[in-house]
Structures are given as structure tokens and as C-alpha cells.
């Protein structure tokens, strides 16, 4: 044993909040949230782990925590170790959890719980799983691939905030066989925000298309001439339309997310995460873009009960509390 004085800071920018202290503590939090006397004791708002919707094979096992960079309410987006919870006894949406998982951090170790109120009907993952899967376009765009023999398998579902929307991403990998060849490739990207249900080859492309825009990111940019920058640079031409912003944040947006990738197969996970915040930041824009009462949505398709839209007041808002000490508890 040595003191964490002696750790270099090469390695200490590779170390992560670890996830059995958090699985832990997200048990004992499903309880120990509850603040009243009376409450506590008769159990009726204690919260629950959900079942993983994408294991078929077994019933109860319960959905694992996921590393993600998350930008929550009022606060810069950050690589965070996340879960959800879901009431007793129902499947909507309880709270969104997520630990800051970098050490470097001044605030590593601290919890932030985003808390609906007990009496909303905000989908939870169970459900919107379902919804994704039952979804027109989704349904039409895999039963090409079951049709030829493929088979197609559904990734993790992964929770995040996103201004005051709720934003559920789930990969799309199809396989053919079971032979030792057979290996399964990335072919899409599901992804659900507010009311509408995305899906594409790419998580830009996805989001794209749940947004309402039929052209593809990269052709409007080409269009547009000012697919990166933060200005839009439109000085001595016409003012940029929400249509030409929106297009260009998704663009910024997919920039970082690329340079993160390439950080991430070279080993840069400082880079990789400096990226990843970036692109995050973006899509909250564009997020807030969208939301814009002037410009409508052009696909409403429906995925249950969900947060509201940015740019209205929520009747079942999210309500953070900063309820952990700084380095955990137990």
C-alpha cells in the first residue's frame, strides 16, 4: 500500500469511481432517500433497480450502472457513473442518479439525484424499451434484416438528461449465425427524446431524425457553409434560420464526438473525455434549438408519458437535490 500522493497523475487520470461501492450505494439510497419518519416505515416510496430490458433470458436481473458524461441541471457536463430508479410496484420513471467518476475532480465522489415527483407518469426504461421496439419505423427498418436470416440484437438502453428531457439511446447490432465467425456489427442507433423516437445509422443521424430534420447533418452543412464554429458566421448575409442552427449544432456535436472516439482508440482518455463534455454541451443546445416554439416538430411519434419540452414549464419537473457527501457513504 502507498499513499495516493505517490500516484502519477498519468494514472490518475485513468481512475474511475469504482462501480461495486456504487452498486452499494445505490441500494442502500433506494431505501434511505426517504426523509419523513412515516414514510420510511411503511415502505410506499421506497425505490427499485429496473430489470435490464435488453436480458430476455433471465427475469430480475437488474439493470447495471453505466459510465457516461452527463450534463445535469445547472452544472457543466461531466464523465459520471449513472443508474435509474423506477417506483414500487410500477414501472415509470422515480430519479435519475448519477456520481462524478473523475478523480481528478474537486467534486469526485459527489452524488446528484434529478427526483420526478411521486405522482408522474414519466416513462421508465421497461417502457420505453418497449415503445422503441414497437415503434413504425423501427419496426420497418429491422424486419429487413430478420427477413434475409439476420439476426438483430439490442444493446444497453442508456438513461441521460438533457436540458429538461429525458434522452434514451439504444445500439442496434445485427449478427448472422452462431459459428465462431460470427460476430455482431453496429447497423443502428434507437434513440427517444421528449415525444419522438429516432433511428439511424449513426447517434447523429438518430437524433437528427427524432429532432424532425429529413435532411441528413451533413448535407445542410454543406449547404449552409458553417457547419462548425460557434457563430454561425453569417456576418453580411442572411440571419441564420433555427433550421441552419440546429443543423449546425448537431454538426459540432457529431465533430466532438468523433474526436472522442479517436481519443478513445488511442488511449487518450483525457481527451476522450474533454470531447465527450463537448459534444454534450452541443446537443443541449440543440436540444433547446428544437424546442423553440417557432419551429414545430415534424414527426410526432409518441413514446409514452414523458418530460416536457425546454422551452415549457414541466407539470412533473425534475428536481435536483445535491443529497451525498463528497466522498460517499455507507
Known amino acids: 500500500m502507498q499513499p495516493r500522493s505517490e500516484i502519477s497523475p498519468e494514472l490518475l487520470a485513468h481512475l474511475r469511481y469504482p462501480e461495486d461501492l456504487f452498486k ?36 430480475g436481473v437488474k439493470q447495471p ?13 461531466q464523465f459520471s457513473l449513472t443508474s435509474v430508479y423506477v417506483p414500487q410496484s ?7 442518479m448519477a456520481v462524478n467518476a473523475t478523480r481528478q475532480a474537486s467534486d469526485y465522489g459527489k452524488f446528484t439525484v434529478l427526483e420526478l415527483p411521486s405522482n408522474n407518469a414519466v416513462s421508465g426504461p421497461g417502457q420505453v424499451a418497449n415503445a422503441m421496439s414497437n415503434d413504425p419505423t423501427v419496426s420497418a427498418e429491422l424486419l429487413k434484416y430478420k427477413q434475409s436470416g439476420t439476426n438483430a440484437q439490442m444493446g444497453n438502453l442508456l438513461t441521460l438528461p438533457l436540458g429538461d428531457e429525458l434522452l434514451y439511446v439504444q445500439p442496434v447490432y445485427t449478427f448472422r449465425g ?6 455482431p456489427i453496429l447497423q443502428f442507433v434507437v434513440l427517444s427524446i421528449g415525444d419522438d423516437v429516432g433511428i439511424g445509422t449513426s447517434f447523429e443521424e438518430a437524433f437528427a431524425q427524432a429532432l424532425g430534420l429529413s435532411e441528413s447533418v451533413e448535407e445542410e ?33 457529431q465533430t466532438k464526438f468523433e474526436e472522442a472516439q479517436t481519443a478513445l482508440e488511442e488511449g487518450r482518455l483525457g481527451d476522450y473525455q474533454a470531447a465527450n463534455e463537448q459534444g454534450m454541451a452541443w446537443l443541449g443546445k440543440a436540444v433547446a434549438c428544437a424546442s423553440s416554439p417557432l419551429r414545430p416538430h415534424r414527426r410526432p411519434t409518441r ?28
Do not use: M
Not at 66 to 77: C, D, K, N, S
Not at 90 to 96: D, E, G, I, P
Open 178 to 183: 452462431s459459428g465462431t465467425g460470427s460476430y
Open 65 to 77: 450502472p453505466f459510465y457516461l458524461t452527463v450534463q445535469l441541471p445547472e452544472g457543466p457536463a
Open 90 to 96: 410500477r414501472q415509470n420513471l422515480a430519479s435519475f
Open 303 to 330: 413514446v409514452g408519458n414523458t418530460i416536457p419540452p425546454v422551452n415549457r414549464r414541466p407539470t412533473a419537473h425534475v428536481q435536483a437535490r445535491q443529497i451525498l457527501g463528497k466522498r460517499g457513504w455507507c
Open 24 to 59: 452499494v450505494q445505490r441500494a442502500a439510497l433506494s431505501t434511505y432517500h426517504i426523509t419523513d419518519p412515516k414514510t420510511f416505515y411503511g415502505g410506499s416510496e421506497n425505490w427499485l433497480v429496473p430489470e435490464d430490458p435488453t436480458v430476455t433470458t433471465r427475469a
Open 221 to 253: 452543412t454543406e449547404t449552409n457553409g458553417n457547419g462548425s464554429g460557434e457563430g454561425g458566421n453569417n456576418q453580411g448575409g442572411p440571419k441564420e434560420t433555427d433550421e441552419q442552427k440546429l443543423t449546425r449544432f448537431l454538426t459540432n456535436a
